[in-house]
């Protein structure tokens, strides 16, 4: 019986940054020795690749696309060549596959399947925002992305914000970009003044913005983030 092929997890820039300065070298091997990749967007993970490496022959390359549109009774033939001895790479949309992505339920499957599963390091928006915020790195929890309908998005911001004091929690979470100036407004309008609350935009790039200040000095100069990648962390007091 051949051995089996691994499940490589690999990181992806956060926007249009340098390989070189986000991507360590042995991601750039990795990915230069694979030739199946499940991702998330096959336009984009092409470009991604191309940009790593621009030696690899993309037409080789046999994608598996895994979104929200992906049949669920396909994932399971996704993991197949390994079995044949083929590694296999997962390419998320998200920096990282796994968090806030649907590589997480690929990884559930090779774990089932006795595949092993390799993390490589990379950069993740979520953890760089927390350790940028000043806030605790010992108790935090993600929350993804908030109620999009105004009422539900605050009773969930109060939500965040009395379990963050009760249990000295930093509550993380995020928008899509161009809902970001809609999410700033319900904070500064529900939390309470003296709420530490930390806005983490562009992180990596050369427009990175990172700044940590109470609720009450928010409402003073609101930052412009308005469709840049941001997170948002959050600490009562």
Not at 45 to 67: C, G, H, Q
Not at 111 to 133: D, F, K, M, R, T
Not at 197 to 208: G, K, Q
Request: net charge positive.
């Amino acid at each position: 019986m051949s051995k089996k092929g691994k499940i490589y997890l690999i990181p992806t820039t956060l926007g249009d940054s340098e390989i070189s300065s986000v991507i360590p070298s042995n991601v750039v091997d990795v990915i230069e020795n694979l030739n199946y990749f499940i991702v998330e967007n096959i336009r984009t993970a092409r470009r991604y690749i191309r940009k790593v490496s621009a030696t690899k022959n993309i037409d080789k390359i046999t994608f598996f696309e895994l979104n929200k549109h992906t049949d669920i009774s396909e994932i399971s033939t996704y993991l197949n060549p390994c079995s044949q001895g083929n590694s296999i790479g997962i390419i998320s949309e998200a920096g990282n596959p796994g968090i806030a992505d649907p590589g997480a339920v690929v990884v559930k499957s090779a774990h089932q399947q006795n595949i092993e599963v390799v993390p490589l390091v990379g950069p993740s928006s979520i953890l760089l925002a927390l350790i940028s915020s000043g806030m605790n790195g010992q108790n935090f929890a993600f929350n993804g992305y908030l109620p999009i309908k105004d009422n539900e998005r605050i009773k969930k911001i109060q939500e965040l914000e009395r379990k963050s004091k009760s249990e000295n929690q930093s509550q993380i979470f995020m928008e899509t970009p161009f809902r970001n100036t809609k999410m700033l407004d319900a904070v500064l309008k529900t939390c309470r003044n003296n709420t530490l609350f930390c806005v983490a935009a562009d992180i990596t790039l050369s427009s990175e913005y990172i700044k940590t200040k109470t609720i009450s000095e928010w409402k003073k100069q609101k930052p412009q983030i308005n469709k840049r990648p941001t997170v948002f962390v959050l600490q009562a007091q």
